[in-house]
């Protein structure tokens, strides 16, 4: 009966056609939408994914990695005798302003890392090495945010905080969930030199762990815990998830674009109904005739379902085909697609739900049919 | 042998009301087994009403009808379904073929609505087509056929779950004088063969001849019995329907 279903599906093209259309619609438009969302949402942790610590610590109740409180540095001291731990060292985020020749400013946020371990530095380069950051007012700029920074070259003197700047560098898609630029330097040049916002001597934003192989974590934060009870101490994988919730939250952002994806679905759904339903329409006095020979509801349902997977397997297909084209064209540092296995996955569940939720339009129509319509004239 | 179809004092009527309107107003007939019988009379006399409720579409609003010794009134709108899955087959004027399947599917595809596994119903839907001459048209689909070869097609998909009564409404309508004659020889030959009841409603007298007995309904009641041929004429008939 299935196997039926699908022949007289892909037989009759044009409404194939249309229908597949919509459910591949649906598809690309869930995907880029999800796309879309965890590209944002993994540029709002970026620092922590990509960076090299294993544990951030920072001051109570820390929420976004962007958005720290001064800790005094030397409680990283404490540190460097507890087993398991290969590298503390302080990290300071914090911001300054970025002089352009033509006297426009652009608002940056500074990372400073410890010169000696450069332990959270940039991990990815366009152009020059990331070790430049130890140059002397050696600093690093992203390739994608040239833009916003007047164009400047590797090599070229800039003003950054009213100090002279040379860039050392340029870094490759370490672009902020804000608008504003990260730019690396040595912790020292970013507390001493660079930063608008004063931060008093001795103190940091976070203090970096970096674990030896092979250490259980737990146990290492619960060491840890004892030597500097007054800090919070998050795994790389909590603080990102922390860091992410609170893009979440406090922007609303998951809702526009759970709202898009959900408006996506039901396109798809009205697309996939509106077809279905005209297709069985279309063919009422067959299905009738089905009636009059004795067809029960059973057989009927799975003619109608399988169509209706075929719908959702089809243009499921299609779609994601489609999305990772789409995907890859429209993909930027700024505003990356983040296509993961799970988000196409989700899309082709959710969509196969709107398509058997559409088979049920068209069999209530059959349902109601009177066999005795065949014989009526 | 018991009837296989037998009708006391079958009432029908249609419509609440002021709008009620009488269509049968007491029919009692008898098929045997075997049998072909023909219903006929004049367009809104009764005849697809009465052959609806003898093929146990629809149930009577007072008298009773017992098809293979069941009476239909007694079984729920499902379970009627399935009677008439496992017991009776169905011709339609318009044939009323899926356009989107091939001939050999839409005998599978009635088949596989009554259980039948799908290589038992390719098989006997192969086995069907070649008897109605269609074995090299099996991948066809109705647009392709001609309205003889469609009609064919119907009568293969009929009698593929072996029923013991099928019923054919207008089955010559929708086609010319020739293909008609060879549509209906090819039914009653058929029928006969498997000792099966055909219970034909026709307007068409051209094919009167193939019938053991004609009805003529007029007003909802049966008028008479029509002489359907003479005793030469049926077998110079019969000569025709063996291959």
Same mark, same amino acid.
């Given at each position: +009966?299935?196997?039926?279903?699908?022949?007289?599906?892909?037989? %009759?093209?044009?409404?194939?056609?249309?229908?597949?259309?919509?459910?591949?619609?649906?598809?690309?438009?869930?995907?880029?939408?999800?796309?879309?969302?965890?590209?944002?949402?993994?540029?709002?942790?970026?620092?922590?994914?990509?960076?090299?610590?294993?544990?951030?610590?920072?001051?109570?109740?820390?929420?976004?990695?962007?958005?720290?409180?001064?800790?005094?540095?030397?409680?990283?001291?404490?540190?460097?005798?507890?087993?398991?731990?290969?590298?503390?060292?302080?990290?300071?985020? /914090?911001?300054?302003?970025?002089? +352009?020749?033509?006297?426009?400013?652009?608002?940056?946020?500074?990372?400073?890392?410890?010169?000696?371990?450069?332990?959270?530095?940039?991990?990815? +380069?366009?152009?020059?090495?990331?070790?430049?950051?130890?140059?002397? %007012?050696?600093?690093?700029?992203?390739?994608?945010?040239?833009?916003?920074?007047?164009?400047?070259?590797?090599?070229?003197?800039?003003?950054?905080?009213?100090?002279?700047?040379?860039?050392?560098?340029?870094?490759? *898609?370490?672009?902020?969930?804000?608008?504003?630029?990260?730019?690396?330097?040595?912790?020292?040049?970013?507390?001493?030199?660079?930063?608008?916002?004063?931060?008093?001597?001795?103190?940091?934003?976070?203090?970096?762990?970096?674990?030896?192989?092979?250490?259980?974590?737990? %146990?290492?934060?619960?060491?840890?815990?004892?030597?500097?009870?007054?800090?919070?101490?998050?795994?790389?994988?909590?603080?990102?998830?922390?860091?992410?919730?609170?893009?979440?939250?406090? /922007?609303?952002?998951?809702?526009?674009?759970?709202?898009?994806?959900?408006?996506?679905?039901?396109?798809?759904?009205?697309?996939?109904?509106?077809?279905?339903?005209?297709?069985?329409?279309?063919?009422?006095?067959?299905?009738?005739?089905?009636?009059?020979?004795?067809? *029960?509801? @059973?057989?009927?349902?799975?003619?109608?379902?399988?169509?209706?997977?075929?719908?959702?397997?089809?243009?499921?297909?299609?779609?994601?085909?489609?999305?990772?084209?789409?995907?890859?064209?429209?993909?930027?540092?700024?505003?990356?697609?983040?296509?993961?296995?799970?988000?196409?996955?989700?899309?082709?569940?959710?969509?196969?739900?709107?398509?058997?939720?559409?088979?049920?339009?068209?069999?209530?129509?059959?349902?109601?049919?009177?066999?005795?319509?065949?014989?009526?004239? | 042998?018991?009837?296989?179809?037998?009708?006391?004092?079958?009432?029908?009527?249609? @419509?609440?009301?002021?709008?009620?309107?009488?269509?049968?107003?007491?029919?009692?007939? /008898?098929?045997?087994?075997?049998?072909?019988?023909?219903?006929?009379?004049?367009?809104?006399?009764?005849?697809?009403?009465?052959?609806?409720?003898?093929?146990?579409?629809?149930?009577?609003?007072? @008298?009773?009808?017992?098809?293979?010794?069941?009476?239909?009134?007694?079984?729920?709108?499902?379970?009627?379904?399935?009677?008439?899955?496992?017991?009776?087959?169905?011709?339609?004027?318009?044939?009323?073929?899926?356009?989107?399947?091939?001939?050999?599917?839409?005998?599978?595809?009635?088949?596989?609505?009554?259980?039948?596994?799908?290589?038992?119903?390719?098989?006997?839907?192969?086995?069907?087509?070649?008897?109605?001459?269609?074995?090299?048209?099996?991948?066809?689909?109705?647009?392709?056929?001609?309205?003889?070869?469609?009609?064919?097609?119907?009568?293969?998909?009929?009698?593929?779950?072996?029923?013991?009564?099928?019923?054919? %409404?207008?089955?010559?309508?929708?086609?010319?004088?020739?293909?008609?004659?060879?549509?209906?020889?090819?039914?009653?030959?058929?029928?006969?063969?498997?000792?099966?009841?055909?219970?034909?409603?026709?307007?068409?007298?051209?094919?009167?001849?193939?019938?053991?007995?004609?009805?003529?309904?007029?007003?909802?009641?049966?008028?008479?019995?029509?002489?359907?041929?003479?005793?030469?004429?049926?077998?110079?008939? +019969?000569?025709?329907?063996?291959?």
């Amino acid at each position: +009966m299935e196997l039926l279903a699908l022949k007289a599906m892909l037989a %009759d093209r044009g409404r194939l056609l249309t229908g597949l259309m919509g459910v591949g619609f649906a598809v690309v438009l869930v995907n880029l939408q999800g796309g879309l969302y965890l590209g944002l949402m993994h540029k709002a942790s970026l620092i922590v994914d990509c960076g090299q610590a294993d544990l951030w610590l920072g001051h109570r109740h820390m929420e976004s990695v962007d958005l720290p409180a001064a800790i005094p540095q030397r409680w990283g001291m404490r540190l460097r005798g507890v087993a398991g731990v290969e590298r503390a060292d302080p990290y300071i985020i /914090t911001y300054s302003e970025f002089a +352009m020749p033509d006297g426009r400013h652009e608002r940056v946020v500074l990372v400073g890392t410890d010169a000696a371990g450069l332990l959270g530095n940039a991990w990815s +380069m366009a152009a020059g090495n990331p070790q430049a950051v130890r140059q002397p %007012d050696g600093i690093l700029v992203d390739a994608c945010e040239l833009d916003k920074l007047g164009w400047p070259q590797v090599g070229d003197l800039c003003e950054l905080n009213g100090r002279r700047a040379r860039i050392a560098g340029l870094t490759d *898609g370490i672009v902020s969930f804000t608008t504003c630029p990260y730019v690396f330097t040595t912790l020292e040049q970013a507390r001493t030199k660079y930063s608008i916002i004063s931060i008093p001597p001795g103190c940091c934003s976070y203090i970096l762990v970096k674990a030896k192989p092979g250490t259980n974590l737990p %146990d290492l934060i619960a060491r840890i815990q004892k030597r500097v009870p007054e800090l919070d101490i998050r795994t790389k994988s909590d603080y990102a998830q922390r860091s992410r919730q609170y893009w979440q939250v406090r /922007t609303g952002i998951g809702l526009s674009f759970g709202l898009a994806a959900v408006l996506g679905l039901l396109v798809g759904l009205v697309i996939v109904a509106q077809t279905l339903y005209a297709s069985v329409n279309e063919r009422l006095t067959e299905f009738a005739t089905l009636r009059a020979l004795g067809t *029960g509801d @059973g057989p009927i349902v799975r003619f109608l379902v399988a169509q209706a997977l075929g719908h959702a397997g089809l243009g499921s297909g299609f779609g994601i085909v489609l999305s990772q084209l789409i995907g890859r064209v429209l993909t930027t540092p700024r505003a990356p697609v983040l296509l993961s296995a799970s988000v196409m996955a989700g899309s082709v569940v959710l969509v196969t739900v709107v398509c058997m939720v559409a088979a049920w339009l068209p069999y209530r129509c059959i349902r109601g049919l009177d066999p005795a319509s065949v014989l009526r004239k | 042998m018991q009837p296989t179809i037998e009708a006391w004092d079958v009432h029908k009527g249609f @419509g609440t009301g002021s709008a009620w309107r009488s269509i049968l107003g007491g029919v009692s007939l /008898t098929v045997a087994r075997g049998e072909t019988v023909y219903l006929v009379g004049r367009s809104g006399s009764g005849k697809t009403t009465l052959l609806s409720i003898l093929g146990c579409i629809l149930t009577p609003d007072r @008298g009773s009808v017992r098809i293979l010794g069941q009476d239909p009134a007694q079984l729920n709108v499902a379970q009627r379904a399935s009677f008439r899955g496992r017991n009776l087959g169905f011709i339609f004027q318009s044939f009323n073929l899926f356009p989107t399947l091939s001939a050999l599917d839409n005998i599978v595809l009635a088949l596989s609505a009554q259980g039948v596994g799908r290589k038992a119903a390719v098989l006997q839907a192969e086995t069907m087509l070649e008897q109605v001459g269609l074995s090299q048209r099996i991948r066809v689909r109705p647009a392709q056929l001609s309205t003889g070869e469609c009609q064919r097609v119907a009568i293969a998909r009929a009698l593929a779950g072996n029923p013991e009564v099928i019923f054919a %409404d207008e089955p010559t309508a929708s086609l010319d004088t020739e293909n008609g004659q060879v549509v209906l020889q090819l039914l009653t030959g058929m029928v006969r063969a498997r000792g099966a009841s055909l219970v034909v409603v026709t307007h068409d007298n051209r094919i009167f001849p193939f019938a053991d007995r004609i009805l003529e309904l007029e007003d909802g009641r049966l008028k008479q019995e029509q002489a359907p041929h003479t005793g030469t004429q049926r077998r110079s008939m +019969m000569k025709g329907l063996v291959a």
